[in-house]
């Protein structure tokens, strides 16, 4: 599976300190795979493993990471880099009606997401909505409009089939401008197969509307083809904007990246369930994760890269091989580096599959909290019990218990812990320190 695919490149290459020509290789042909499986077009791919190559090369790896963590991190910064821009939300800087023309294959969800939008445009940004369909060629598309519009609580345009789309498009200009609308959504016809006629009519409607928004709504589950419907659209009409619909679906949604890099308009919004209220501000980074099939891991391992405080890891590592007591200070300060990683390090092993990685969720909540109660106990030590832990006896462990708010038998199992810590330091002098930190963890 594909998560199989990147977990193994995660664990790939232990020990080496960058990433090079000679190991990036073979990682690289893995994210290949796990791309062209998400449904991303070939020269999209192409393109992307070239760009990520160029960035990864040469870059650290820092802390408990290995080069391939480091490279599936690059490879996730620029999946999300290149289909998110921030721009998301509709633009609706025009004279009013703001028009608003959406194309798109016939069943990629234009009637849908048109009514979506009305019910977004109302709700969130108080606009006065009319909607009409071009779409003449089926009337009962025509009705399909006409109730979604009304459960979107807006207004709609009465068309007929028998009436040109570009007529359609000046009438209703005329009704929304008389009539004070802030926006006007045009919904148009689609068909199985792009064809030039449709083109044709498209584009006329544009010349026609002078929309300040054309959207281009795309299947997320159309997959690989998404690209030629992408790049017919695109050549015919100035698009300003992608809705990926179906974002439910079980695809893994590569076509956002294919669509993006082809027409480079923004991916605005994800239409995720059938319903109204099924139009989300598309979440590139979130994106990125599903694309590759490893969700938050990828956050998780972004957050490895810049909460690891290499200076006081250093520090620490500096003080236990000179042969310094280790005391519960130097375990406090460990508490808190581990609170920084998140712990995430035991998590990173555990990566071999989708199953594992939800397990581990749990488990990392489990592991927080139980880093915060420990920090909550030694904060409860006075610098001396903190220094010279074997004077902490019956009556201090209840006043240090009371203090953190836990029981005697959390303070007896943090001291038993740091002693058992206070034994490995000395065995291991400074060595391995990330290691232990990973075992206290887990
Ligand atoms: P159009 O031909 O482009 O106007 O497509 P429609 O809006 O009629 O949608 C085609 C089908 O896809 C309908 O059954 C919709 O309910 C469904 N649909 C549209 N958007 C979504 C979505 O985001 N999620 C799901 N699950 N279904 C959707
Ligand atoms: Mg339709």
Redesign the pocket.
């Known amino acids: 599976a594909l998560s199989d695919r990147l977990s193994r490149i995660v664990k790939e290459m232990r020990g080496q300190a960058r990433i090079t020509e000679a190991n990036v290789t073979d990682m690289l042909r893995e994210v290949r795979m796990a791309l062209l499986e998400a449904d991303v077009a070939l020269p999209v791919v192409r393109d992307f493993i070239a760009r990520v190559k160029e960035k990864a090369l040469g870059q650290e790896v820092v802390g408990s990471l290995t080069p391939g963590q480091v490279l599936v991190s690059v490879v996730n910064r620029e999946l999300a880099a290149t289909m998110g821009d921030g721009v998301a939300d509709i633009n609706l800087a025009a004279q009013p009606p703001a028009v608003i023309l959406m194309a798109?294959?016939?069943?990629?969800?234009?009637?849908?997401?048109?009514a979506k939008l009305a019910k977004h445009l109302i709700e969130k940004r108080k606009k006065k909505v009319l909607t009409v369909s071009g779409?003449v060629y089926r009337p009962a598309?025509i009705e399909?409009l006409k109730t979604v519009t009304a459960q979107a609580g807006a207004e709609w345009f009465p068309s007929t089939p028998d009436q040109k789309p570009v007529d359609i498009a000046r009438a209703a200009i005329d009704y929304a401008r008389k009539h004070y609308f802030d926006v006007l959504l045009v919904?148009t016809a689609?068909r199985l197969a792009i064809d030039e006629a449709l083109m044709r009519e498209i584009q006329e409607l544009h010349a026609v509307l002078k929309p300040v928004e054309t959207l281009f709504?795309v299947?997320a589950m159309q997959g690989q083809d998404a690209i030629n419907t992408a790049k017919a659209f695109s050549a015919a009409l100035p698009l300003t904007g992608i809705v990926l619909?179906?974002?439910?679906?079980d695809s893994r949604g590569g076509a956002a990246l294919s669509v993006r890099q082809v027409t480079g308009a923004p991916i605005k919004f994800?239409?995720?369930?059938?319903k109204l209220d099924?139009?989300e501000v598309f979440d590139a980074e979130r994106h990125a994760g599903r694309i590759l099939g490893m969700g938050d891991i990828l956050a998780l391992v972004e957050q490895v890269t810049a909460g690891v405080d290499m200076a006081a890891a250093q520090k620490l590592a500096a003080k236990v091989k000179s042969g310094e007591g280790f005391d519960l200070n130097d375990f406090l300060d460990q508490i808190r580096q581990m609170k920084q990683m998140g712990g995430l390090s035991s998590f990173m092993d555990k990566l071999p599959s989708a199953m594992a990685a939800k397990a581990s969720e749990a488990d990392l909540s489990r592991a927080e909290k139980d880093i915060k109660r420990k920090e909550g106990i030694i904060c409860s030590m006075t610098l001396k019990e903190r220094s010279r832990p074997e004077i902490i006896k019956a009556t201090r462990k209840r006043r240090i218990a009371a203090g953190a708010g836990v029981h005697v038998q959390e303070v007896n199992r943090l001291l038993k812990e740091f002693e058992q810590m206070q034994g490995m330091m000395k065995k291991m002098k400074g060595g391995g320190l990330m290691k232990m930190m990973k075992r206290m963890g887990g």
């Open positions: 798109g294959l016939q069943g990629a969800g234009k009637t849908t997401t048109t779409d598309a399909q919904d689609g709504v299947d619909t179906k974002l439910d679906g994800a239409g995720v369930s059938e099924g139009l």
